[in-house]
């Protein structure tokens, strides 16, 4: 299979911590994706990162690339109660293709 | 602005009947996919339009499994004779610009999803 896959399934810590997120992945990609989902929602785009870079910064968000271990990871810093949902990475494959192919998931439970 | 609607939002049917999902996506948005999505799982791919054109149907279980985007907007998924094995959560997005390029991001905006439950 070429979807990603997330680690850990599951990971509950205390508001205030960082949470980390892994992702790996089987083929060469054009970009890798992360998604949130919170409880009974819709998913959310939260950022895009390329082949050719290898971090990538958006408000509390840090996502790294490293295409020759085929690996992502998403820390979420200083987390707050809102951040708990289930996050996804989603691998694009580019030329030629036209699907996001989306992990299981890491179900994220931040307690207040 | 309007983000993607999708109608049902809900939908109880019984095994057999047919059903229409709809999805409205964001205007002026180039590309439309259709996902399901189990329990637990993350979503997985179904079909995808450039405006009017489905270039890709090769996610579609079967041929009880069908979907257009006539006027390259709204669209719509019709899955025939369900079976309890349709039951999921059948998700709508679109994006910008047409996929299947080396240099597209690809950036997707989901709808709320229909919950389709058959009996």
């Known amino acids: 299979s070429q979807q990603g896959e997330e680690d850990p399934q599951a990971l509950s810590i205390q508001e205030g911590e960082n949470a980390t997120m892994n992702c790996s992945y089987k083929t060469s990609i054009n970009n890798l994706q992360w998604y949130r989902q919170n409880s009974g929602r819709g998913l959310v785009h939260l950022i895009l990162?390329?082949?050719?870079?290898r971090e990538k910064h958006s408000g509390r968000l840090r996502v790294t690339l490293d295409t020759s271990k085929k690996s992502s990871s998403l820390l979420i810093t200083a987390s707050r109660a809102a951040d708990t949902a289930s996050y996804f990475c989603a691998i694009y494959l580019g030329a030629g293709s036209y699907q996001l192919t989306f992990g299981k998931g890491t179900k994220l439970s931040v307690i207040p | 602005g309007a983000g993607v609607s999708q109608s049902p939002r809900y939908k109880v049917t019984k095994r057999g009947q047919d059903v229409a999902l709809r999805c409205d996506p964001i205007s002026g948005h180039v590309s439309l996919y259709w996902y399901r999505q189990a329990l637990g799982q993350g979503p997985e791919f179904l079909t995808y339009?450039?405006?009017?054109?489905?270039?890709?149907k090769s996610g579609l279980p079967n041929d009880r499994f069908s979907a257009e985007r006539p006027e390259g907007s709204i669209s719509t998924l019709t899955i025939q004779r369900t079976e309890q094995r349709d039951s999921a959560m059948y998700r709508c997005a679109s994006s910008p610009r047409a996929s299947g390029r080396s240099f597209d991001g690809n950036e997707q905006f989901f709808g709320p999803g229909t919950r389709l439950t058959v009996l």
């Open positions: 339009f450039n405006y009017e054109a489905q270039q890709d």
């Open positions: 990162i390329r082949s050719n870079e």
